[in-house]
């Protein structure tokens, strides 16, 4: 070999640190996350265990694990176990065990519901060491796929022709009993045969009767949204004293649609439309971020296509903070929740909306640039008054900054960090999971705020 490259010596001793202390630096993410969960308050998951038989592994280790896991992009409870053996930082976070994977997974599915606790606790936490204040914050959504394939599904259309179908096979084997042609030329089980179609039958039931209470949400939904644009439609009409010109909305049709359907291995899943095109069986993981810090402040998962409904349950969740944290003073959001509820919504909570009513065009012409704000409406209803902010330079400065804020943090999830598709199935797994990664992902913006 050429001598011009350093020479490779692998039976050479290597000097190690004494203990895992000297393994890291000291602004580690490991070291900080551990040094973060010893100062939270984990009475309630301590107190679950009862004793009896081997102790477990202590519930702040399985936190910290966890979270630092998920923060660099290891989900996989193999891959957690397998983590303890291989790299330095994780070696650090459980002293030199292995909890089997059987142990990760049953520790995270059990405490998923306390987290919330946890993800609270950490944002008091960056309020006392001085990084994080409340105030003015953006909320949007984005699809993440569920831990199940789109093609493991049934739609209304095919479960009504396989339902025909089958049906039409019961009668004809019930034929071939009664005429005693069971057995002739064929070496068919015709009881195990109907037994094996009726089971079918009753699971085809089961899913129609989903897709129907599905729909039945739906039309109420639609129907709602119709009857207000009906309201609102009068009331212009009763205003101007004259007819509206154009079609009126069209109402909505009650009933399943033929493409309704439901995924067999997580039916709480939706099929949505993903970002780069297409659809898949995914979730849609709503997240309230801090504009200053660009902590997630709220979370929570929806398993609606679009973002018309989040708006509350985003503003129930922002009721949880504690009032030493500080208070919303405003909040950004696309277009996706534009709407008079949604609007009034805010207002309610004392909060100021910046909501865009449409597509905001990039690019805007020196004149555009350059003029005034336009005069402020007389007497505006709060979606009128939100109208006119956004039109104003204040307006449009403050809502230029929810791209550069809810969006990156979107992108650091699952680009960075490399979370995708969820670990777990059901709604209150995928709803704790989620929990978990926001609280990851604070953790990982604490550190580097922090330093």
Request: proline share 6%; aromatic share 8%.
């Amino acid at each position: 070999m050429s001598n011009k490259f350093r020479k490779i010596d692998r039976n050479l001793a290597i000097v190690l640190p004494p203990n895992l202390e000297g393994w890291l630096k000291g602004d580690s993410l490991a070291r900080f996350v551990v040094e973060i969960v010893e100062q939270l308050d984990t009475s309630e998951l301590e107190n679950a265990y009862r004793g009896g038989g081997s102790p477990p592994y202590q519930p702040k280790m399985m936190l910290s694990l966890l979270f630092y896991c998920y923060a660099v992009g290891i989900f996989s409870s193999r891959k957690i176990e397998r983590a303890t053996y291989e790299l330095i930082p994780v070696i650090f976070i459980v002293g030199g065990m292995h909890p089997d994977h059987d142990s990760i997974n049953t520790f995270r599915k059990r405490f998923l519901p306390q987290l919330t606790s946890v993800f609270v606790q950490i944002l008091f936490i960056a309020c006392e060491l001085g990084v994080f204040r409340l105030g003015d914050f953006s909320l949007d959504g984005t699809k993440i796929l569920a831990n199940a394939s789109k093609h493991k599904a049934m739609s209304w259309g095919y479960a009504n022709k396989l339902e025909e179908q089958l049906k039409a096979e019961v009668v004809e084997l019930l034929k071939k009993v009664e005429s005693g042609q069971e057995k002739a030329g064929h070496d068919v089980d015709i009881p195990d045969e109907l037994k094996r179609r009726e089971e079918r039958l009753e699971r085809i039931s089961e899913i129609k009767k989903e897709i129907e209470a599905r729909a039945q949400e739906r039309y109420e939904q639609e129907k709602a949204e119709h009857d207000a644009k009906m309201a609102a439609r009068k009331a212009k009409e009763e205003e101007r004293g004259r007819k509206l010109g154009g079609r009126p909305p069209t109402p909505p049709e009650p009933g399943p649609r033929p493409k309704d359907q439901v995924n067999f291995t997580d039916e709480e899943s939706r099929i949505m439309p993903i970002s780069g095109g297409g659809f898949g069986q995914a979730y849609n993981a709503q997240a309230s971020v801090d504009m200053d810090s660009f902590l997630i402040i709220g979370n929570h998962i929806s398993q609606k296509t679009n973002d018309k409904k989040e708006v509350e349950p985003a503003l129930k969740e922002l009721d949880k903070l504690p009032n030493e944290v500080g208070k919303v003073e405003r909040a950004a959001a696309d277009s996706g929740y534009f709407s008079e509820e949604n609007t009034e919504h805010f207002e309610n909570k004392g909060i100021e909306p910046y909501i865009a009513g449409g597509r905001i065009p990039h690019n805007q012409s020196l004149q555009e640039r350059l003029e005034g704000d336009p005069e402020p409406p007389k007497d505006p209803t709060p979606a009128e008054a939100m109208k006119h902010r956004m039109k104003t330079k204040n307006g449009k400065k403050f809502y230029a900054k929810r791209k550069a804020t809810v969006e990156t943090v979107f992108g650091i999830i699952k680009e960075i960090m490399g979370f995708r598709r969820f670990m777990l199935r059901g709604l209150e797994s995928v709803r704790g999971e989620w929990e978990l990664v926001c609280i990851a992902f604070n953790l990982k913006r604490l550190c580097v705020l922090s330093a």
